[in-house]
């Protein structure tokens, strides 16, 4: 730049400051209010739509992919798709620190390489070029974050499409930009047919890309919606041995641990004198020398940390008597049955079962075979499968043993062939009768099939 024209920069500078406005107070003034309209902005977004909630983070859990945020996501796929060029792919530092070191270095200096004194944009093709197709590469980078680069019947045809539209594609440009700086028009031929070829193949990919299977993850957030979280989470690993309120002194029914004498959990030995947070690592590492196993995922269980956390807070609000239960959380199991109503599996025997029965008839359990998980198990497993259960049967072995009427094996008399069920404890009789009406209506699946059977008594006059 020669030294005439920094004296007319210099001079329409101060032509433009004498008649606009200064950095203090008006540009300062500008930003903070702009600044204060981001921040309402967010507050708002915050409030009224928020971020789906999460569990806690769980160290155990090796299927768990790692993800940065949004923000770092086009790196994060650049990284994948270095990593499919031969033999330069395994070096990963070069995708990590020194290709978006040199990225960030060159925007540094690019006020140095690119000298034009114009602002105006048509007389900075270099510099537009350059960002537009930077930009237009992180965006669909971003967009292409979660589509694989390997299919899983072996293809490498997404991965080969998305390496054009990460790698080759901006590289090639950049190289054409150094080689056509002084041609305004073929900059811009470059620069619009990357731009597009980019977008045209990145749908390509979009549109051939896999559905994603996400796996649902309820998070309870509230007290009462953990208070029921940890409620059937208990109904399926701990009422087994120590019933389904707790009090449960000597365990009964279960292979190895019959007899054992053990201090009921909902007493206040347990509950005033062990913290939440041993509480929790007592659930998570287990008692190996009392018979209890691990539940924790970190020990080789199937819960993970929230769901331990979720038992712990069950415990605290139904036994503790500390805590205040809420009002919300103390809803009855099942609707109360009307006269002459049928109660259906949907409504009435699902959550019963969950409650009582499931702790020991699931899959890996000692029960005869006989699952409870569905509607089709309860109807269609168990050794005694053709006995188990028979709609309008009351000798139904079923029936038999929730009414504390073991069944005799007929080849030994004197040897039962089904214990009493639930074995720790018999159940209320409004749940014996739940269980009566409804084998003995035929053990609709649906609130619908229950009604249509169901007898409405006539009023007296």
């Given at each position: 730049m020669n030294d005439e024209t920094k004296q007319k920069i210099n001079k329409r500078y101060e032509r433009e400051l004498d008649k606009g406005e200064r950095f203090w107070p008006d540009t300062i003034f500008k930003d903070l209010i702009t600044s204060l309209a981001i921040f309402l902005v967010l507050i708002l977004l915050a409030t009224f739509i928020g971020i789906p909630a999460e569990p806690k983070a769980d160290p155990s859990d090796t299927s768990y992919i790692p993800r940065p945020e949004w923000y770092f996501l086009f790196l994060f796929k650049f990284l994948a798709l270095y990593g499919q060029l031969p033999l330069i792919g395994k070096i990963e530092?070069?995708?990590?620190?020194?290709?978006?070191g040199i990225a960030i270095g060159v925007l540094t200096l690019l006020p140095f390489i690119e000298k034009n004194p114009n602002r105006y944009y048509s007389k900075r093709i270099l510099p537009i070029s350059i960002m537009t197709v930077m930009v237009t590469g992180i965006v669909l980078l971003t967009l292409m974050s979660e589509v694989p680069t390997v299919s899983e019947d072996g293809s490498t045809l997404l991965g080969t499409l998305q390496t054009t539209v990460?790698?080759?594609i901006p590289l090639t440009a950049y190289?054409?930009?150094?080689?056509?700086?002084?041609?305004t028009r073929l900059m811009l031929w470059t620069?619009?047919?990357a731009a597009v070829s980019m977008i045209l193949i990145s749908g390509t990919v979009l549109a051939l890309a896999p559905e994603k299977k996400t796996e649902e993850t309820e998070?309870?957030?509230?007290?009462v919606d953990q208070i029921f979280a940890g409620q059937d989470l208990y109904s399926v690993y701990c009422t087994e041995c120590h019933g389904d309120d707790g009090s449960v002194a000597v365990i009964q029914g279960v292979e190895g641990l019959e007899g054992e004498e053990i201090t009921p959990i909902n007493s206040r030995d347990v509950l005033y004198t062990i913290t939440d947070s041993a509480m929790t690592e007592v659930i998570a590492y287990g008692r190996p020398n009392a018979g209890m196993t691990p539940f924790g995922k970190t020990y080789g269980g199937e819960l993970t940390r929230s769901e331990i956390d979720y038992i712990v807070v069950f415990m605290r609000y139904m036994w503790d008597d500390r805590f205040e239960v809420p009002a919300e959380a103390l809803k009855p199991l099942f609707p109360p049955l009307a006269q002459g109503e049928v109660p259906s599996y949907d409504v009435h025997i699902q959550p019963i079962v969950k409650r009582y029965c499931v702790s020991c008839h699931r899959a890996g359990k000692e029960n005869n075979n006989y699952l409870m998980t569905s509607y089709e198990e309860i109807l269609t497993t168990g050794d005694n499968v053709d006995k188990n259960i028979i709609a309008g049967d009351e000798g139904s072995y079923f029936l038999q043993v929730i009414q504390e009427h073991a069944i005799m094996n007929p080849e030994a008399p004197d040897e039962e062939l089904i214990g009493v069920m639930p074995p720790n404890r018999a159940l209320k009789s409004n749940i014996v009768e739940v269980f009566f009406r409804w084998i003995m209506s035929g053990m609709p699946k649906t609130a619908e099939e229950a009604g249509a059977l169901s007898t409405t008594p006539t009023p007296t006059p």
């Open positions: 530092w070069i995708a990590t620190v020194l290709i978006p990460g790698i080759f190289i054409l930009f150094a080689v056509f700086k002084s041609n620069t619009s047919l998070v309870a957030t509230t007290l």
